[in-house]
């Protein structure tokens, strides 16, 4: 590829803060507070590139805390290149334990980290990802400043195992609750037997939406190329974390910015490779919302038209047999990117964090295990992307066609007289504590034939877009076997989830989606054939319910416990938009537009 124009060190960002005679003042008071931690001038005024490390990790993020020793190597990497590094902290994101859902972080995150990139003295940046929402929060945060980026993630966890059964983190979680509920395990079992899918350090091990959205970072060409899924314990994470470090300097002098990585192409990619890999139903989000803030045009019908063909390639969990370790040593995005490249389905010129193209990147990495990363004419699954479903109840709702089980295909899809499509009772849930406590309650006639609404678990009604929409049925149905029913919410669910659930359905009740209209008894037609979800309810029985809730003051939704709650609740756009924040698009490539003033 061309080489780029050098950036010359009297141009770096850097210079405005800790060389800059026109404002001595400003100047002196950058330096001499830098200087009491034994920094010497000759470090902050020589011209070296001065390189933020975002810190992810923390006793709160138990998926990143390894970047704090990662970071270390970070930093010798960047020292040895000829930077300067400066760690600082990013807002904590901890998908399983933050309560109401760590999606109400990944928004806060990106408006801190825009922030620290444009108001302080940096003149490029290692971001260390991991669990789920830290990936785009970073990368959003990355594209509207649009200094020189690079992407660090954790890595996954070594694999599970209870005897000689892999245990996917998450996955196994799905499983134990319909055995605890079945009454084949107790409490205690249901506990043991949860830990054992967390053996180390890192993230998910499955390819769920950590691994996924590390995933997309590398394919998007954000980092460099196969260190999405090298496990976290293994050595060579901290080799990357080193290069990585050296590689970022080289960036900033080349003036490599995201907004040349995160192009129409590089999403494009981002759509196939996310297909072939059976990556998690939180991905058409979170990529929609880093394109967003990259100032690419990008929706939900473009992962159907884009992604829904792709073959699976990847048997992962949950839609596969495998775990991250196995992955990686089968090689990886690089493996399943190079199967994909060969049969002309990726853009194989788009730039990459390494100054590669992604053709260069890829070339000869075919899977190393061809049970793990199948070929592209032996796919786990024909077509694996996302349907992009539309009708009378949401303008835009995804399913993840990939973890369509036989037994789910068989109950409802397999009907000679009606292929891939299925009608229903519905039973409708206002948010996971109604769900919870109402389940198990044989007056709601849940059997065989019912699909489980949840509503109210959306961006605003959760608040942040709650992951409650794979239901489980009754106990009763599960000891029958009778273990997955169709679920359809406006929420999302999690990308461990081996459920085909209708997810993030938009727009959602709360803001008055007509999810907000149905009741329990009415019937649903689902046409997958077709792309379509219909409340088989007459127009004027849904016009007079509407003035019903509208005379009652609209949807009913639990009031802001937080500042930031009600923030957000008032910015938030619908997840087929991104769940970005109204108007966050419009700041783009802001260190250069827009230089921060002075403070003095």
Known sequence: MASRPRMMPDNLRSRWWFDNPDHPGTTALCIERYMNQGITLEELTSGRPIIGIAQSGSDLTPCNRHHLELAKRVKDGIRAAGGVPFEFPLHPIHENVRRPTAALDRNLAYLGLVEVLHGYPLDGVVLTTGCDKTTPACVMAAATVNIPAIVLSGGPMLNGWRGNERVGSGTIIWELRKRLAAGDIDYGEFLARATQSAPSVGHCN????????????????????????????YKERAMLAYDTGERIVDMVWEDLRPLDILTREAFENAIVV???????????????????????????????RIGHEIPLLANVMPAGAYLGEEFHR?????????????????????ITANGRSLAENVAGRETNDEEVIRRFDNPLVAHAGFLNLKGNLFDS?????????????????????????????????????????????????VDASTILIMRGAGPVGHPGGAEVVNMQPPAALIEQGIESLPCLGDGRQSGTSGSPS????SPE???????????SGDRLRVDLGKGEVRLLVDDEVLTSRREQLERQGGYA???????????????????????TLSGADQYRDVARVSPPRDNH
Request: charged share 15%; hydrophobic share 40%; proline share 8%.
């Open 206 to 233: 499955t390819m769920g939406t950590a691994s996924t959205m590390n995933a997309m970072a590398e394919i998007l060409g954000m980092s460099l190329p196969g260190s999405a899924m090298i496990p976290a314990p």
């Open 274 to 304: 996310c297909s072939a890999l059976g990556g998690s139903s939180n991905a058409p989000v979170h990529v929609n919302a880093i394109a967003r803030h990259a100032g690419v045009s990008l929706d939900n019908d473009d992962w159907q």
């Open 330 to 350: 089968a090689g990886g995005v690089p493996a399943v990117a190079c199967e994909l490249l060969g049969q002309g389905l990726l853009h194989g010129g788009v």
């Open 397 to 445: 709702a995804l399913m993840k066609t990939s973890v369509i089980s036989p037994d789910f295909r068989r109950r409802f899809l397999e009907n000679p007289d009606d292929p891939n499509a299925f009608e229903g009772p519905v039973v409708v849930f206002d948010g996971a504590e109604d769900y919870h406590a109402r389940i198990e309650d044989p007056a709601l006639g």
């Open 502 to 505: 209708i997810l993030n359905a």
């Open 509 to 519: 009740a709360a803001t008055g989606g007509p999810l907000a209209l149905v009741e």
């Open 557 to 579: 939704y639990p009031r802001h416990q937080t500042p930031w709650q009600e923030i957000q609740r008032t910015l938030v756009e619908p997840l087929d938009r991104g769940m």
